[in-house]
């Protein structure tokens, strides 16, 4: 069974740039899609990008397109997502998961959880 941990979070002012990565281990994290999600305050859980796993097909939640991007480095078994022009609703509890089958934009669709990293945005 794969574990997933995520790191990168942080508090940072909006306007400003950050990185977090989901280092995976015990599986075969190469041969899976894998996403990222979010969890606003006070709001359900919610789609950010998910990319397949030979990175050819990608996704992203329109609030987020053109400001994050999402990669993977398989030989380092390490999922990533660069979030650049940050607003204050971008703060939430980032989670990367496993797709498990069904909608790649659905969290139902992922059976292996990160324990998430906060992002707090500042205005």
């Known amino acids: 069974q794969v574990q997933l941990a995520e790191s990168g979070g942080g508090l940072v002012q909006a306007g400003d740039s950050l990185r977090l990565s989901c280092a995976a281990s015990g599986g075969t994290f190469g041969t899976y899609t894998m996403a990222w999600f979010r969890r606003p305050p006070g709001k359900e859980r919610e789609f950010v990008a998910a990319?397949?796993?030979?990175?050819?097909?990608?996704d992203y939640a329109d609030s987020v397109k053109g400001r994050f991007t999402i990669s993977r480095d398989n030989t380092r078994s390490t999922l990533y997502l660069q979030m650049t022009s940050l607003k204050p609703e971008d703060t939430a509890v980032y989670y990367c998961?496993?797709?498990?089958?069904?909608?790649?934009?659905?969290?139902?669709?992922?059976?292996?959880w990160g324990q998430g990293t906060q992002v707090t945005v500042s205005s």
């Open positions: 998961a496993e797709h498990a089958g069904g909608s790649r934009t659905s969290a139902n669709s992922y059976d292996t």
């Open positions: 990319i397949s796993w030979s990175a050819t097909n990608i």
